[in-house]
T-cell receptor
Framework: AQSVTQLDSQVPVFEEAPVELRCNYS??????LFWYVQYPNQGLQLLLK??????LVKGINGFEAEFNKSQTSFHLRKPSVHISDTAEYFC????????????FGKGTKLTVNP | ETGVTQTPRHLVMGMTNKKSLKCEQH?????MYWYKQSAKKPLELMFV???????ENNSVPSRFSPECPNSSHLFLHLHTLQPEDSALYLC?????????????FGSGTRLTVV
């Protein structure tokens, strides 16, 4: 079974500052990793995903994430955030070739202040 | 229409009412999911349908009754709900056997039980 830990429940930052949202996972098999974003009163939208190959993955809205197998981490980063990035961010994992159930972390609420 | 569509977007119902939530996907996927998202709680997977058969029911109370008449439609029938059932209900779909694509979510139905 897989599990996901998002270490920060809330992250406040100022506009144009860099941000990192942390995600660690646990799995006994190889995994696929995802980041989703949820704006207020909306569903979840896929930001980016890691399947294989390059450990640095670029997604929409200027976000990127780095897969680190040795540290079982998949942290999300953006070099300069905007007010419009205020949202909740969810890290998720699924096993390769397994049950395909997506296991979500508890989410990190990113608040970008002017 | 494209993607995953949920109706209604908002629903207020009394504890003795019966209502249904509807989800429709236009992606040709063969698996569909119901999630519950309550304030300050992680995403809760309620039901999973794969190839129109229910493959998972995570100890959900019987006042929630899912129905999947075909691979494009998913319903959640509600009756005699409790105030603690107030939440955002999210529908998602995926292509079973292609876990690397993740899930596509609808915008959700905001349910308030009074």
């Amino acid at each position: 079974a897989q599990s996901v830990t998002q270490l920060d429940s809330q992250v406040p930052v100022f506009e144009e500052a860099p941000v990192e949202l942390r995600c660690n996972y646990s799995s006994s098999v190889s995994v696929y990793l995802f980041w989703y974003v949820q704006y207020p009163n909306q569903g979840l939208q896929l930001l980016l995903k890691y399947l294989s190959g390059s450990t640095l993955v670029k997604g929409i809205n200027g976000f990127e994430a780095e897969f680190n197998k040795s540290q079982t981490s998949f942290h999300l980063r953006k070099p300069s955030v905007h007010i419009s990035d205020t949202a909740e961010y969810f890290c998720a994992v699924t096993s390769q070739g397994g049950s395909e159930k997506l296991v979500f972390g508890k989410g990190t609420k990113l608040t970008v202040n002017p | 229409e494209t993607g995953v569509t949920q109706t209604p977007r908002h629903l207020v119902m009394g504890m003795t009412n019966k209502k249904s939530l509807k989800c429709e996907q236009h992606l040709g996927h063969n698996a569909m999911y119901w999630y519950k998202q309550s304030a300050k709680k992680p995403l809760e997977l309620m039901f999973v349908y794969s190839l129109e058969e229910r493959v998972e029911n995570n100890s959900v109370p019987s006042r929630f009754s899912p129905e999947c008449p075909n691979s494009s439609h998913l319903f959640l029938h509600l009756h005699t709900l409790q105030p603690e059932d107030s939440a955002l209900y999210l529908c998602a779909s995926s292509q079973y056997g292609q876990g690397n694509y993740g899930y596509t979510f609808g915008s959700g139905t905001r349910l308030t039980v009074v």
